[in-house]
């Protein structure tokens, strides 16, 4: 039991999230790695939403608006941490669920599309897929005709870069969630939100909101985005954190 006075109270929290989702058989053992490099790289951030990620929300938001077959693709980490968040995000841009996972088994996908149903989802893909991503060799490659496989925007975060790579040579819209700006799915991205999922999710849904009803045009001024210079200015943040930090400060 984490005491709510604690000061690490929310990270605990979500190891906590992640540790049952391993036990539930949602979460991989290698979910819980990839999860302890994320938090090394919110340290660097300040565990806060900076300013280039705010930045790529707006672009991210006014994307799905514009998307006519926008999907979420869902995994073990993401489906433990913020199901809830996923589903209202769905709802909010009237996307897709996918489960697309890595380490793939068809009784973890049962599980984690059993998840999202809880969490309010009516519809979940990719229990059965049954296309394939070209020019993929891992599990990922495995996607819903109706879903992944036919998307013109998919979301993903906590991904490797495989897959993300992959969906921007077939011509998609990736918006990825990784706190890595150095990653293979950052810089290969065409929106990389460099943010915490569960922080990122609910300002992107608020964002879709406060966007709907804007015309197409100024719509598509918004989506356009350079994502090398905010990856850059996410990179020139945390070097300016770490050279003004004073162990004294904290
Ligand atoms: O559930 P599966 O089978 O699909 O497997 C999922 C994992 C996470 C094991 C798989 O996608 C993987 O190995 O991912 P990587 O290659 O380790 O990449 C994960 C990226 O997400 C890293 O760059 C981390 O910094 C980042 N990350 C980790 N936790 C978070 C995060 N980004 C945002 N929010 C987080 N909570």
Do not use: W
Not at 79 to 104: D, H, M, P, S, W
Not at 156 to 169: F, H, W, Y
Not at 190 to 202: F, K, M, Q
Not at 220 to 242: C, G, T
């Amino acid at each position: 039991m984490i005491p709510r006075d604690h000061p690490r109270y929310h990270s605990l929290m979500q190891r906590e999230k992640l540790a049952r989702g391993y036990e539930q058989g949602v979460v991989v053992l290698e979910g819980l790695i990839a999860h302890g490099r994320g938090e090394a790289f919110d340290y660097l951030l300040g565990e806060t939403t900076i300013e280039p990620a705010r930045r790529a929300i707006r672009a991210a938001a006014a994307s799905l608006l514009l998307a006519s077959s926008p999907v979420i693709s869902v995994n073990g980490n993401t489906a433990a941490l913020c199901a809830k968040e996923l589903v209202r995000l769905a709802k909010e841009a009237g996307a897709k669920l996918e489960v697309n996972l890595f380490y793939r088994s068809t009784e973890r996908a049962r599980r984690i599309a059993e998840l999202l149903r809880r969490a309010g989802a009516e519809e979940v893909l990719g229990v059965e897929p049954e296309a394939e991503i070209p020019s993929l060799s891992s599990q990922r490659r495995l996607v819903a005709r109706q879903g992944i496989y036919s998307a013109d925007v998919v979301l993903l975060a906590i991904e490797d870069g495989d897959r993300t790579e992959a969906l921007v040579d077939m011509g998609k819209r990736v918006i990825a969630i990784d706190l890595n700006p150095l990653s293979r799915t950052a810089r290969r991205a065409s929106i990389t939100i460099v943010d915490e999922v569960t922080r990122a999710l609910p300002l992107l849904t608020r964002e879709l909101a406060r966007l709907r009803g804007l015309g197409r045009p100024e719509l598509k001024r918004r989506a356009s985005f350079d994502n090398s210079a905010n990856l850059r200015e996410v990179l020139s943040y945390i070097a300016r954190r770490l050279e003004e930090f004073r162990p004294e400060d904290f």
